[in-house]
């Protein structure tokens, strides 16, 4: 046998088909292919879902709406200036109110609501014990049907009430309208009652509080001799400023006549002659020097005893005591300006000091005067805004209505909330189909089974040989050859025959010209399990073989469920279990197909006990034979992992194919198959993917009107 097959071995490697990430075309292709599975069966839940509904009762909503107009009382008092508070947070409060249960407990026991939303039975035959109804009754009122809602960007606070009864459902509404606004309204008149009392209590303490403050600011203004302490304060201060200059004026004065003081009473003619009082002393010593001028000049002319030197010299003496009287008069003026001095400046700082101390006391009492005025004025401000809002209370109470309001009262609605048909239908065939578009594509995205060409390959290292469509009839898989029946039928049909065709005879050529280097004389089409379309593939491609006019032998080596005897409708006769026992008498077992040339068929014969043992030692021999004689021989075998033969079928042809359908074998499985024809050494010419659903994408379509014109013709 010829081993010069060139097949790739590397190591097996099987991977999870979920580890691979995909194009986006790979899930529109997965959704292609199943569109009209998910749209059939969203179809059919969604009448599921629709007919469900319809036995449901329906379900009607009245709702009323209502406004609170934050500008009607803008002024109001008391617990009511939350409305100068951020709009969200009011509305908020508001809406959480609506639930309260002083507001909705008068409303439930008014209609029977907790009995009709059967809050008291879990179960139509099974109900609360009275301990537990009358806990349910006592704790706050929840009412599982009412929805309160806030339009966005608004003052509105819608009421919705959900019930089979439409005027129940409006009338629930409208109550709980109303009981909101009438709480809202006894809330208020009762807050503006109390508000009231209590700033009228505040009123009287006030008043008291302002006539005392005035009676004791009265007092002070007596005390002080003066109606405005701040203007004597200011008459003061500036008397202390000028008594200031005066004591400063007075103080120097007083040093510079004590220093000539001081110097006059030394004794000294100098002393004396610096003092502003020395004017007749100036005199008296002028006089003095003229007369000793005069003295010393009569001298230098008489004697001493001389009367005018005598009378020169009295003139002297005489001089002399003017001026030591002179100097003493002088003195004495000095000593009495320096006192007077003395005086006035002690008397200007005792002034300095008394006015000082007035002022400071008139200041003391003028802080607690203004302190007191200050208190008189806060006190009569407070008593004058309290009575204007004891005045406005009054206003208010009466204004409340216009701050919350019913605007829209809920009416018994035309149509029902549930069931809303158009939209039930819309969503229900979205959400079918989106589940089922998920299901489908995670089905695709785990599938193990050998699907795509491309995996095939990288996981096994096995070459996909091509792709054959899933054709339903029999004959059409059969019917090749320009006379056969593959146009029969509708067109679709016979496109997918013609489809087949192509497939196989792309198999042939493979075989015969890519392979190897010689051209195959013997070929084993097998399969890892039963059902992979291995006969009918084997019998095509011998059909496609005798197309070429080449002689093909089709031997049917499945002696436990052969197929290919039924394929070619031949009767029961001598074959391949026969031929094992006496291979010489091959010639004798096989038949000619009618209206198929060259194409010839070795049935399996009456399968025995002894012929599976035969296929070993014999089917080489055999094979030499037939080989001589015939341009192709096209083997079928058992699956590979169920039966021992096929092994030795696959020993003794020279190359083998491996049928393999498409979404239904497992990966392992296939995978264990060539791992097992691979340890034998058995040269494995590719892989043959039957009912590929690739047969059916835009590249096969694209061709589809090529086919049709082809067979037309």
């Known amino acids: 046998m010829p081993n010069s097959v060139v097949t790739r071995k590397p190591q097996l490697t099987l991977s999870d088909p979920a580890e691979f990430q995909h194009p986006l075309t790979f899930y529109t292709h997965i959704l292609a292919q199943r569109w009209g599975w998910i749209l059939l069966l969203s179809l059919t839940f969604t009448a599921v879902v629709v007919l469900g509904c319809a036995f449901a009762p329906p379900i009607y909503v009245g709702s009323a709406v209502i406004s609170i107009d934050r500008q009607s009382a803008p002024a109001t008092v008391g617990d009511d200036r939350v409305l100068n508070t951020g709009d969200d947070q009011y509305m908020a409060t508001q809406q959480r109110l609506l639930l309260a249960d002083n507001i909705l407990r008068p409303v439930a026991e008014r209609y029977n609501l907790l009995e009709r939303e059967h809050q008291f039975r879990r179960y139509f035959f099974w109900r609360y014990s009275p301990q537990v109804e009358s806990a349910v009754r006592n704790a706050p009122t929840v009412l599982k049907y009412l929805k309160i809602e806030r339009n966005p960007n608004t003052y509105l606070l819608t009421i919705s009430y959900r019930n089979r009864d439409p005027q129940l459902a409006a009338d629930v509404a409208n109550a709980i309208g109303d009981s909101y606004l009438r709480e809202i309204?006894?809330?208020?008149?009762?807050?503006?009652?109390?508000?009231?009392?209590?700033?009228?209590?505040?009123?009287?303490?006030?008043?008291?509080?302002?006539?005392?403050?005035?009676?004791?600011?009265?007092t002070y203004q007596r005390n002080l001799g003066t109606a405005d302490p701040e203007q004597k304060t200011s008459v003061l201060v500036a008397r202390l400023q000028a008594l200031n200059t005066e004591n400063t004026l007075a103080e120097a004065d007083r040093i510079a006549k004590e220093s000539v003081y001081r110097e006059a009473k030394d004794g000294s003619l100098s002393g004396v002659?610096?003092?502003?009082?020395?004017?007749?002393?100036?005199?008296?010593?002028?006089?003095?020097?003229?007369?000793?001028?005069?003295?010393?000049?009569?001298?230098?002319?008489?004697?001493?005893?001389?009367?005018?030197?005598?009378?020169?010299?009295?003139?002297?003496?005489?001089?002399?005591?003017?001026?030591?009287?002179?100097?003493?008069?002088?003195?004495?003026?000095?000593?009495?300006?320096?006192?007077?001095?003395?005086?006035?400046?002690?008397?200007?700082?005792?002034?300095?000091?008394?006015?000082?101390?007035?002022?400071?006391?008139?200041?003391?009492?003028?802080?607690?005067?203004?302190q007191l005025k200050h208190e008189a004025e806060a006190a009569e401000h407070v008593y004058d805004d309290l009575f204007a809002k004891i005045k406005q209370s009054g206003i208010n109470s009466e204004l409340q209505n216009n701050v919350i309001r019913l605007a829209d009262s809920a009416r018994p609605p035309a149509k029902p909330l549930f069931p809303n048909w158009s939209l039930i239908v819309l969503l229900s065939m979205g959400?079918?189909?989106?589940?089922?578009?998920?299901?489908?594509?995670?089905?695709?995205?785990?599938?193990?089974?050998?699907?795509?060409?491309?995996?095939?390959?990288?996981?096994?290292?096995?070459?996909v040989i091509c792709s054959l469509p899933a054709v339903a009839n029999m004959q059409l898989r059969l019917a090749l050859g320009a006379e056969g029946a593959r146009m029969e039928g509708n067109r679709w049909m016979a496109v997918q025959g013609g489809f087949f065709d192509e497939g196989v005879r792309h198999l042939r050529s493979y075989l015969m010209l890519s392979v190897q280097a010689s051209v195959p004389r013997s070929v084993l089409i097998t399969s890892a399990a039963p059902g992979e379309g291995?006969?009918?593939?084997?019998?095509?491609?011998?059909?496609?073989?005798?197309?070429?006019?080449?002689?093909?032998?089709?031997?049917?080596?499945?002696?436990?469920?052969?197929?290919?005897?039924?394929?070619?409708?031949?009767?029961?006769?001598?074959?391949?279990?026969?031929v094992l026992a006496q291979p010489s008498q091959w010639r004798r077992a096989i038949r000619e197909i009618p209206g198929r040339p060259d194409l010839f068929v070795l049935g399996s014969g009456l399968s025995t006990p002894v012929a599976l043992p035969l296929i070993g030692p014999q089917m080489r021999e055999i094979l030499a034979l037939v080989t001589k004689e015939f341009d192709l021989v096209i083997l079928d075998s058992p699956p590979l992992l169920g039966c021992a033969e096929t092994l030795e079928l696959a020993a003794a042809a020279e190359i083998t194919v491996l049928a393999v359908r498409s979404g239904q074998t497992q990966m392992k499985t296939l995978g264990t198959a060539v791992d097992t024809l691979r340890r034998v050494n058995v040269p494995i010419a590719g892989i043959v993917l039957n009912e590929s659903a690739i047969a059916t994408d835009a590249t096969y379509k694209a061709y589809a009107r090529y086919y049709m014109i082809q067979g037309a013709t």
């Open 185 to 218: 309204f006894e809330t208020r008149i009762k807050e503006a009652g109390r508000l009231t009392s209590s700033m009228e209590s505040q009123l009287i303490d006030l008043k008291q509080k302002m006539e005392s403050t005035h009676t004791a600011l009265m």
């Open 273 to 370: 002659q610096v003092s502003a009082q020395s004017t007749d002393l100036a005199r008296d010593v002028q006089s003095l020097k003229d007369a000793k001028a005069n003295l010393a000049l009569v001298a230098s002319t008489y004697g001493d005893q001389y009367p005018e030197y005598r009378k020169a010299a009295a003139q002297v003496e005489q001089a002399r005591a003017a001026l030591e009287e002179s100097r003493l008069n002088v003195a004495a003026r000095i000593g009495v300006d320096y006192r007077q001095s003395l005086v006035r400046q002690r008397m200007l700082s005792a002034a300095v000091a008394e006015t000082k101390q007035e002022v400071d006391d008139l200041t003391s009492q003028s802080f607690d005067y203004l």
């Open 431 to 463: 959400f079918f189909a989106l589940s089922l578009a998920a299901y489908v594509i995670s089905a695709e995205l785990t599938d193990a089974t050998a699907k795509e060409a491309e995996a095939i390959e990288k996981a096994l290292g096995v070459p």
């Open 534 to 578: 291995k006969s009918t593939l084997v019998f095509s491609l011998g059909a496609a073989s005798a197309e070429q006019g080449k002689r093909t032998l089709v031997i049917d080596g499945d002696l436990r469920q052969p197929a290919i005897g039924k394929l070619a409708k031949l009767d029961p006769a001598m074959g391949l279990a026969e």
